[in-house]
């Protein structure tokens, strides 16, 4: 365990910044550091006078907003437990975790909790509106405060007001469990990742001591923060510092995000490959592809003033006011990355898990090679499971602070993930340079991260297609950040129904368009194709993945 802890990083913030920005919803209202801290105290009052004890679990789901981030303060400050869980995920997913996770307590936005049912989730006593924070569902009345007598109860609590000198929160255990961070919904794949108090704050200590932010910077959030990435360095890392950041509250597109960038100007921003791709190939890449253009890049003097100016184009685009921006969730176009590279655009590309809290490694723009994920964390060994880490392609192996203490409830997953001797399996191939630079050359589970750093589990949307009449079996693969189902027919049914080529194909976009009703957005199917012959499997009779791709 590390000295820092993850309470203490708040409470020493928000005394120091009282008076400044916290949190704004992006065009919307916002919080001052000392009005956070007002906010926790009074929902520290409503579980304790709601039976809430430590170790309690308390999903939360909405989309990204001041309310979500004080929920999730409120509770890890307690030292309950916070679940929580993406936004998009389909009703029957949110109650199979909030299930999963024994949750007695739900925050979640007002349209999703009119399309989930109260009696679905034994477990929850009560579910609060996270617009407004009043009691929308509840099953044990007895336990409910009303808001005048919350208000009534800090009223009393803090009788000369509150203060700066009156706030403080009790010590929470870097030892004890802090979130529970679910990759899946699906019963049968769903598996919680359980963060510690001392995975979080060890990426805390590290983002500290190694990108550059300070007290008042500025920060638009737009990853979901019911991951990992978004959640720890556009929200917990920023706002131990006394950095003010701005929620995009709705689902952002490329273009609203540009646009809250030139408005906000941040100082350091995270993003995943798909936003600077659709830059790349969008506004720069046509421009560059000219033949006139290729001719006048081969000229060298010529050559830097055209990098600088695309460079500086580039630079406005994001705001003009930011150091550095750090790519991860996802892997990043290669021919994009290298363009950045020859312009001298400040971009870093860091890697990470949601079983790290997340960070594993992160180098600075100026001293990362080229497809490399940079150095690993300080709280961090690692080793490759090759016979020469240096030139032989392995499995991508930790070992420290930041990792996991398992998957919620599955200690077969867990055994599976974590060795005897605590070394976390990620399932990427890789290998190091001398200097410890981590270079990502494949992945070694099957699962696919989406564009937006989602992880996508291929195996649940296969099940629901494979059970689906005329598919034997299927595979899904990546095409370009879109998902393709690769379809080997039931031939034999097929025939024996006298199903032609064309009825086929029908059939089979029907399933799709069920089956993707049926999933979150980034987890529908965008495309299929055919195969004529059975995939080829293993002496165990699964499929080797490795053969297949889009093409």
């Known amino acids: 365990m590390i000295k820092e802890n993850l309470v203490l990083y708040l409470e020493k913030s928000i005394k120091y910044n009282w008076t400044m920005p916290a949190f704004s919803d992006y065009k919307g209202d916002g919080l001052t550091y000392g009005e956070v801290a007002k906010k926790i105290a009074e929902f520290h009052i409503l579980f304790e006078h709601s039976g809430i004890k430590q170790g ?7 989309k990204n907003s001041t309310n979500w981030v004080i929920i999730y303060l409120a509770t890890i400050t307690y030292g309950a437990v916070i679940v929580p869980i993406l936004a998009n995920f389909k009703p029957h997913d949110i109650q199979n975790i909030v299930n999963h996770s024994d949750s007695i307590v739900l925050f979640a936005a007002d349209q999703i909790i009119e399309l989930i049912s109260l009696s679905e989730m034994p477990n929850i006593r009560t579910i609060y509106s996270l617009t407004d924070f009043e009691v929308k569902q509840s099953a044990k009345k007895q336990n409910l405060i009303k808001s005048e007598d919350w208000k009534a109860l800090f009223s009393e609590k803090y009788p000369r007001g509150f203060l700066p000198q009156f706030f403080y929160l009790n010590a929470v255990s870097n030892e004890s469990l802090a979130a529970i961070s679910y ?5 049968g794949f769903t598996k919680g990742v359980m963060l510690a108090h001392n995975s979080l704050a060890a990426n805390i200590r590290f983002a500290q001591n190694n990108m550059p932010l300070k007290s008042g910077d500025k920060i638009v959030s737009f990853l979901p923060l019911a991951h990992a990435y978004g959640c ?3 929200f917990l890392f920023p706002f131990s510092l006394g950095c003010h950041v701005y929620f995009l509250t709705k689902t952002p597109s490329p273009q609203i995000i540009i646009q809250a960038f030139g408005e906000i100007k941040p100082r350091l921003i995270l993003s995943v490959p798909l936003i600077i791709e659709k830059i790349y190939k969008r506004q720069i890449l046509p421009i560059i592809s000219k033949p006139f253009m290729k001719g006048l890049l081969l000229i ?3 050559q ?21 921006i750090v790519i991860g969730g996802a892997a990043f176009n290669t021919e994009a990355e290298e363009f950045f590279k020859r312009i001298k655009f400040p971009f870093t590309v860091g890697y990470g898990m949601t079983e790290c809290g997340p960070l594993i490694s992160y180098s600075p723009w100026n001293k990362t090679p080229v497809h490399s994920a940079g150095k690993l964390v300080d709280t961090l060994e690692v080793k490759i499971d090759s016979n020469d880490p240096y030139n032989e392609v392995g499995e991508i192996q930790v070992r420290g602070e930041n990792v996991m203490l398992g998957y919620y409830k599955n200690e077969v997953a867990t055994e599976a993930a974590i060795d005897k ?3 976390f399996r990620t399932g990427d191939l890789g290998v190091l340079d001398r200097n410890g630079n981590i270079y990502i050359k494949g992945r070694n589970k099957a699962m696919i991260l989406g564009a937006s750093g989602q992880n996508i589990y291929p195996e649940e949307i296969e099940s629901l297609l494979n059970n689906k009449f005329g598919i034997m079996e299927s595979l899904i693969v990546e095409d370009n950040g879109l998902l393709k189902a690769l379809i080997y027919p039931d031939v034999e049914t097929l025939t024996a129904k006298k199903i032609d080529e064309k009825m086929m194909e029908e059939i089979i976009k029907h399933h799709i368009k069920e089956i993707n009703h049926l999933l979150p957005v980034y987890m529908n199917i965008a495309k299929y194709s055919i195969h004529n012959d059975e995939f080829e499997k293993t002496p ?6 490795f ?5």
């Not at 990759?183 to 019963?187: Q, R, V």
């Not at 460079?311 to 006011?321: R, V």
């Open 300 to 302: 060298p003097g010529v």
């Open 540 to 545: 165990k009779r699964s499929i080797k993945r």
């Open 232 to 234: 720890a360095f556009e």
């Open 547 to 551: 053969l297949y791709t889009a093409n």
């Open 56 to 62: 309690d679990k308390i999903s939360l789901i909405g």
């Open 421 to 423: 001797d605590g070394w």
């Open 183 to 187: 990759t899946s919904g699906t019963t």
């Open 304 to 324: 830097s003033i055209i990098y600088q100016k695309i460079k500086n184009k580039l630079t406005t685009i994001f705001g003009g006011n930011f150091h550095e």
